[in-house]
């Protein structure tokens, strides 16, 4: 297992269409991927759990994968996050 953190940068925070964009992306990926806030986990691959996160702007997140390409899923969701999201 791998993890690293990162805060969240765009101002909606991780609303409908940001939460899309990254569980999608993480569904390319065979490993588990969470993430973890202060107060909650969810699945990094449920656009509908990270919605319900509510995580808002600012937040930082600890993103862990677990599994056979997690390496090049924890470097592909850091950099999601660290962009802003694509917003």
Do not use: W
Request: charge should be negative; proline fraction near 6%.
């Amino acid at each position: 297992m791998v993890s690293e953190k990162a805060t969240l940068v765009n101002p909606q925070g991780l609303h409908m269409r940001p939460a899309g964009l990254f569980a999608s992306t993480m569904g390319k990926f065979a490993c588990d991927v969470t993430v973890v806030t202060p107060d909650k986990e969810v699945n990094g691959k449920s656009p509908m759990a990270l919605m319900a996160a509510g995580i808002p702007c600012g937040t930082e997140v600890e993103v862990k994968c677990d599994g056979a390409d997690e390496t090049e899923a924890l470097a592909a969701a850091i950099e999601l996050i660290k962009s802003g999201l694509g917003e």
